[in-house]
């Protein structure tokens, strides 16, 4: 849908551009083209002369009349609140300068000022609330599929190019050869259920690393239909800072947003927002890119279970947050923390003890044990529950043998991380070296 041909600016009502923008944004199609950007300019130019004209010939009518309008329009100044190209969305004004945030990815040359930047916001989010739905930034390589070039499928994977599903019906495929982009491209177990179940709580972003064609020819592999998307799909060459992420070009009140990524760094100004996904390493190309030397999911002609992976799980954390969202009795949405309470639930009731963990990997993973919700002692004591520690043979495991406590390697605490519940103890036993 482009933006210029639904404008108010071709009625004959007084309405502005902004009003039509509340209501164009989560409409606009992700396909804006780059051609109508002369038009959209050379019609909202159009539309500015034709009210000046119009309202020129109201003045000749009569004297009193002309001293109304004179004084309305002394009265009136636009404050400007964004531009397309150079040009004014409310009042058709060529603007000298850029300033704002810029929205290409709702539509081409679009610009928005902090003031309305805050009011569509505003709007949206008391929209939503009323549909009790929330905001959700799914980031996509390691996180919904993984990609490679076709040019790193080793010998134990090109048998995956025979095995490629039709792109004529994405919606039945997972694995798709892209020749255009010179790609192969498998989407994660689970993905179109967890989009569909997540889509009925959510208002659903794309936020991606990689370059705007490749985000785009994802997002029509995973929403074939436009149901999910929409315009909402953002990648590296909209954001305003370099190999960062961040919420400053979404339309979401930050209170109000869940983000899914596996690259925590991504977020460094929001990561109380982000639930930390588990890689999806399906090519060995990925494999290799993380310093992993194991087979890969398809060089072990395997893949992901779908009830138990990690889109499985995550969906029911998001059903959890969302629930405990709105059932939250503050009225002020920005005093919500939710999803830090959900975390603090996973590992609630644990008293942790560390024990030969380098220093370096100490803080961190201090730090996530109490962000899960344990309690992290420096030194033994009956309430300790669990001893964390990379060596069996120290003076606290030999106590939480003796004790009956939980011994556990430290990973038992990144996969509740990962998992976003308690696991098994049993699975992450420490045993003493022979």
Not at 78 to 99: A, N, V, W, Y
Not at 339 to 349: A, D, T
Request: hydrophobic share 35%.
């Amino acid at each position: 849908m482009s933006v210029a041909a639904d404008s108010p600016i071709h009625s004959s009502s007084s309405d502005d551009f902004i009003a039509y923008l509340d209501d164009a944004l989560a409409a606009s199609s992700p396909d804006a083209s780059s051609d109508k950007e002369v038009e959209n300019q050379d019609e909202l130019e159009s539309g500015r002369i034709k009210r000046c004209k119009f309202e020129s010939a109201e003045e000749t009518e009569e004297s009193t009349s002309e001293g109304i309008v004179k004084q309305n329009l002394e009265e009136y100044v636009c404050t400007h609140p964004g531009s397309f190209g150079d040009m004014c969305i409310r009042c058709g004004q060529k603007l000298d300068g850029e300033s704002g945030v810029t929205f290409g990815y709702i539509h081409k040359g679009l610009r928005l000022h902090d003031e309305e930047i805050s009011r569509l916001r505003n709007t949206d989010v008391k929209n939503l609330l009323i549909r009790k739905k929330l905001y959700l930034i799914l980031d996509l390589d390691h996180t919904l599929l993984n990609s490679t070039h076709l040019a790193h499928l080793n010998s134990e994977e090109l048998h995956l190019i025979s095995q490629a599903d039709s792109l004529g019906d994405v919606s039945k495929g997972s694995l798709f050869k892209l020749d255009k982009m010179h790609m192969m491209t498998k989407l994660r177990p689970f993905v179109r259920t967890f989009l569909k179940e997540a889509s009925e709580m959510f208002e659903m972003y794309i936020y991606t690393m990689g370059d705007r064609p490749y985000a785009l020819e994802m997002a029509k592999l995973l929403d074939p239909l436009g149901e999910y998307f929409n315009a909402k799909v953002i990648s590296r060459d909209d954001g305003t800072q370099k190999h960062q992420k961040g919420l400053d070009i979404v339309l979401g009140q930050e209170s109000a947003v869940v983000i899914l990524d596996d690259t925590e760094h991504a977020w460094v100004k929001h990561k109380d927002n982000l639930i930390l996904m588990e890689r999806y390493h399906f090519f060995g190309s990925s494999c290799r890119q993380f310093g992993f030397n194991c087979k890969s999911l398809a060089e072990l002609k395997s893949d992901e279970d779908e009830a138990e992976g990690a889109l499985t799980k995550i969906l029911k954390v998001l059903k959890q947050v969302h629930s405990k969202f709105f059932d939250e009795l503050k009225e002020d949405i920005a005093e919500r923390d939710v999803l830090k309470s959900v975390r603090r639930e996973v590992l609630s009731g644990c008293v942790v003890v560390f024990s030969r963990i380098f220093h370096g990997a100490l803080p961190p993973l201090r730090q996530m044990a109490e962000q899960l919700g344990a309690t992290c002692l420096m030194e033994l004591d009956p309430s300790v529950t669990h001893v964390v520690a990379t060596d069996a043979g120290t003076e606290k495991a030999r106590w939480a043998v003796k004790e009956k406590k939980f011994l556990v390697h430290p990973r038992w605490i990144e996969a509740a991380n990962y998992f976003w519940e308690k696991q098994p103890e049993e699975n992450f036993v420490l045993k003493k070296k022979q």
